[in-house]
């Protein structure tokens, strides 16, 4: 049967609004200005700052902080922004090896947006931060990465009120959150628990005391003095239920050791799950027998052969070959070094932090995978400017 076409009045309407349009056009163009388009737009600009990417900074300022441990200031080539406890990859070319650790950012949120510098403070115990502290200068030109974690307040997820427990240079984050709660841009009541062996060993403590105020709390505990000043021993149960408000989350960042006593007095005081947020520490040595097996590594059209030793991780032995891979966490928990396993046997340090299809379809994270046999991988170029 045929297709009648029935009339209707939107069409006739069409019709007119057709017939209008080269006028209508016309009109527009007399009315317009002869002012250029806009080459960039602001939310263009938002987006560069919150993923400035990978860049190169000025090392423009070096600040002792305590006998092992100095405070680092970069002049960034792009101005971001970042939550108070995220951390930045820090790298540079050393001998042949491309070598990046991960460190919190000690300068506030607002410093970064409004001046463009951002401040790493770093203890002097590890490859890296060994070369830091006794070579680095400054004029010194770094690679800056993206601000990542997730060791930071979430209005969501965490109390209103936060606890935070710091030894060593975990004390960085914190330093973060304390100006960032002075400036205003987080808002929410820390009261920290700063643990250090003497009174020398404390670092920012003039700031950290400056900082103080309804928001925020400082209480010392030293391990190896004594001192009417501050709290003596080790942050127990007892001591955080002397400070502490009715309720609260905790944030904790330190060694290992730390952690292992911290997580005792969490169980007495009924605290766990989501309520309790530890920093990563970067993977460090394998202690096993050493043994050097070949490692294979695909990355784009390139195939490269390098050496991988027992005791280190893969993304290790790619560095040590000068090989620009990615790099962030060194803890196996941002996922950003995702490569494919073609072929070998390895093992994961610590707890296995995949996704289930990562572990299904065979990828594996370089930076906390030592090998165990030959191996080889197909690993994601580099980010570069």
Same mark, same amino acid.
């Given at each position: 049967?045929?297709?009648?076409?029935?009339?209707?009045?939107?069409?006739?309407?069409?019709?007119?609004?057709?017939?209008?349009?080269?006028?209508?056009?016309?009109?527009?163009?007399?009315?317009?200005?002869?002012?250029?388009?806009?080459?960039?737009?602001?939310?263009?600009?938002?987006?560069?700052?919150?993923?400035?990417?990978?860049?190169?900074?000025?090392?423009?300022?070096?600040?002792?902080?305590?006998?092992?441990?100095?405070?680092?200031?970069?002049?960034?080539?792009?101005?971001?922004?970042?939550?108070?406890?995220?951390?930045?990859?820090?790298?540079?070319?050393?001998?042949?090896?491309?070598?990046?650790?991960?460190?919190?950012?000690?300068?506030?949120?607002?410093?970064?947006?409004?001046?463009?510098?951002?401040?790493?403070?770093?203890?002097?115990?590890?490859?890296?931060?060994?070369?830091?502290?006794?070579?680095?200068?400054?004029?010194?030109?770094?690679?800056?990465?993206?601000?990542?974690?997730?060791?930071?307040?979430?209005? @969501?997820?965490? &109390?209103?009120? !936060?606890?935070?427990?710091?030894?060593? =240079?975990?004390? *960085?984050?914190?330093?973060? +959150?304390? $100006?960032?709660?002075?400036?205003?841009?987080?808002?929410?009541?820390?009261?920290?628990?700063?643990?250090?062996?003497?009174?020398?060993?404390?670092?920012?403590?003039?700031?950290?005391?400056?900082?103080?105020?309804?928001?925020?709390?400082?209480?010392?505990?030293?391990?190896?003095?004594?001192?009417?000043?501050?709290?003596?021993?080790?942050?127990?149960?007892?001591?955080?239920?002397?400070?502490?408000?009715?309720?609260?989350?905790?944030?904790?960042?330190?060694?290992?050791?730390?952690?292992?006593?911290?997580?005792?007095?969490?169980?007495?005081?009924?605290?766990?799950?989501?309520?309790?947020?530890?920093?990563?520490?970067?993977?460090?040595?394998?202690?096993?027998?050493?043994?050097?097996?070949?490692?294979? @590594?695909?990355? &784009?059209?390139? !195939?490269?052969?390098?050496?991988?030793? =027992?005791?280190? *991780?893969?993304?290790?032995? +790619?560095? $040590?070959?000068?090989?620009?891979?990615?790099?962030?966490?060194?803890?196996?928990?941002?996922?950003?070094?995702?490569?494919?396993?073609?072929?070998?046997?390895?093992?994961?340090?610590?707890?296995?932090?995949?996704?289930?299809?990562?572990?299904?379809?065979?990828?594996?994270?370089?930076?906390?995978?030592?090998?165990?046999?030959?191996?080889?991988?197909?690993?994601?170029?580099?980010?570069?400017?």
């Amino acid at each position: 049967m045929a297709y009648k076409f029935k009339r209707q009045i939107f069409g006739f309407m069409d019709l007119l609004r057709f017939k209008k349009m080269v006028p209508t056009r016309e009109k527009m163009l007399a009315e317009g200005s002869a002012k250029p388009l806009p080459k960039t737009y602001r939310v263009n600009e938002t987006a560069k700052i919150l993923h400035p990417g990978m860049q190169d900074a000025e090392l423009i300022a070096i600040k002792d902080e305590t006998a092992d441990m100095k405070t680092y200031t970069f002049k960034l080539s792009r101005k971001m922004m970042f939550r108070a406890g995220d951390y930045v990859t820090v790298g540079h070319k050393i001998g042949g090896s491309l070598v990046s650790r991960p460190y919190a950012i000690s300068s506030s949120p607002l410093t970064a947006l409004n001046e463009g510098t951002a401040d790493v403070t770093i203890k002097k115990a590890g490859f890296f931060s060994d070369w830091m502290y006794d070579n680095a200068k400054v004029g010194d030109t770094f690679r800056i990465g993206d601000p990542s974690g997730f060791f930071y307040y979430d209005g @969501v997820r965490d &109390r209103k009120d !936060v606890v935070g427990i710091a030894g060593g =240079s975990g004390i *960085t984050p914190f330093v973060c +959150m304390a $100006r960032a709660i002075k400036e205003g841009s987080e808002d929410f009541s820390l009261t920290l628990f700063y643990g250090a062996r003497t009174e020398k060993d404390l670092a920012f403590k003039q700031e950290l005391d400056s900082l103080t105020g309804d928001k925020f709390k400082v209480i010392y505990v030293l391990s190896d003095e004594e001192n009417d000043k501050y709290e003596h021993g080790f942050v127990t149960a007892e001591l955080i239920q002397k400070y502490a408000p009715a309720s609260y989350s905790v944030f904790m960042c330190g060694p290992q050791a730390m952690y292992s006593f911290a997580d005792k007095q969490m169980e007495k005081l009924g605290l766990g799950g989501k309520y309790v947020r530890k920093e990563s520490n970067c993977v460090g040595v394998r202690d096993v027998k050493p043994q050097q097996f070949t490692l294979t @590594v695909h990355i &784009r059209d390139e !195939v490269f052969t390098v050496k991988a030793d =027992s005791r280190e *991780t893969l993304l290790t032995a +790619m560095e $040590r070959a000068g090989l620009n891979v990615p790099s962030k966490c060194r803890a196996g928990g941002c996922g950003y070094c995702h490569s494919r396993l073609i072929s070998g046997k390895f093992t994961i340090a610590g707890a296995d932090k995949r996704r289930m299809a990562d572990i299904k379809f065979g990828y594996l994270h370089p930076c906390c995978s030592y090998p165990d046999s030959d191996m080889e991988i197909d690993v994601p170029a580099g980010e570069s400017d």
